[in-house]
């Protein structure tokens, strides 16, 4: 069964051919792979055009003209283009191991078994990090993040995202389910894995079979939560603690208002219920928190949550 790849690109001159061929080196063989420059002014479109004329079969790309202004409106906009089975999202800076592809296909095919082709499913799988030269940093991404594969419920991928857009297969259903988009979305990967978490399942693979790449120009990264110390220099950040949950209420917001037709029962109150704390008193947050489960994972994201809550908890009682 096909599998398309979707590549978004902007100025990645430096590390992009390395993961070109580790995605022409994929044991599995019946897929596409579809690119969008983001209007790079380096030599990245020159390494895409090499590429495409020696894979003429497996690559076709394109170049937006007019920068979409970020990573996440790039990759939205190829979802359109898709016709395969499933779809892979693939970043311009990382390598994939070589059974990436084969495994995460098996494992969507064992779940589209168990829950049927027509429910909208997403794999996602554990990341190994790596430096700029591929030397191991971190074996496990989930195990620095103190993530868990467990118990995510649509109410805590309302309030934090669990899924790393590079590990990502989704079936068709779920696709189907994406075809009205938000403007902004914080992340592709967040919003898929909200649309996947409402109406469908998550599943996930432990093995990291990508080297999930640590430079200066990468935008996220692999943040580390591990510490005490961290934990205490994020919670200075006032600022940015509370822009940051400002952006998942205005998702939140964007996700009732596409699919008010139909949300139903508990995913229409879970949602409710989230934007309700945005305007509450900081103890009606709390009490809203604690029975709908909104909450991240670990001790310290917790404590920063409560403490982001508590800044912006001086609206209506």
């Not at 990502?168 to 009205?180: E, G, K, P, S």
């Not at 914080?186 to 430079?215: N, S």
């Not at 952006?247 to 989230?274: N, S």
Request: proline share 3%.
């Amino acid at each position: 069964m096909s599998i398309d790849v979707l590549m978004a690109t902007y100025e990645g001159e430096r590390f992009l051919a390395a993961q070109l061929d580790s995605i022409f080196a994929q044991t599995y063989s019946d897929w596409q792979l579809f690119v969008s420059d983001d209007g790079s002014k380096d030599g990245t479109f020159a390494i895409l055009e090499e590429y495409a004329a020696r894979y003429p079969k497996k690559m076709s790309i394109r170049r937006n003209l007019v920068n979409s202004g970020s990573s996440a409106a790039n990759f939205m906009g190829m979802l359109s283009l898709s016709k395969a089975d499933y779809v892979m999202f693939s970043d311009q800076d990382d390598v994939w191991l070589p059974k990436k592809m084969e495994a995460a296909h098996r494992a969507i095919v064992k779940m589209e078994k168990r829950y049927g082709k027509n429910v909208p499913l997403l794999v996602h799988s554990d990341l190994t990090v790596v430096d700029e030269s591929l030397h191991t940093k971190y074996p496990s991404m989930f195990a620095l993040q103190k993530l868990s594969a467990s118990n995510w419920s649509f109410a805590r991928q309302l309030a934090q995202n669990c899924v790393t857009g590079c590990t990502v297969i989704v079936n068709r259903a779920l696709l189907n389910r994406l075809t009205v988009l938000p403007e902004h979305p914080i992340m592709h990967d967040w919003w898929i894995a909200l649309v996947a978490a409402c109406f469908g399942k998550i599943g996930f693979i432990k093995t990291p079979y990508i080297l999930y790449r640590m430079h200066g120009g990468n935008v996220e990264g692999a943040k580390d939560y591990s510490s005490v110390r961290a934990t205490l220099r994020r919670a200075k950040k006032t600022d940015a603690m509370l822009a940051s949950i400002n952006k998942t209420y205005r998702q939140a917001e964007a996700f009732r208002d596409i699919y008010e037709d139909e949300l139903q029962g508990e995913a229409r109150e879970i949602v409710t219920q989230y934007l309700r704390m945005e305007d509450a008193a900081f103890p009606k947050k709390m009490v809203i928190l604690f029975r709908f489960g909104f909450w991240k994972t670990g001790w310290n994201r917790k404590a920063g949550q409560i403490w982001a809550l508590f800044l912006s908890g001086k609206g209506r009682p």
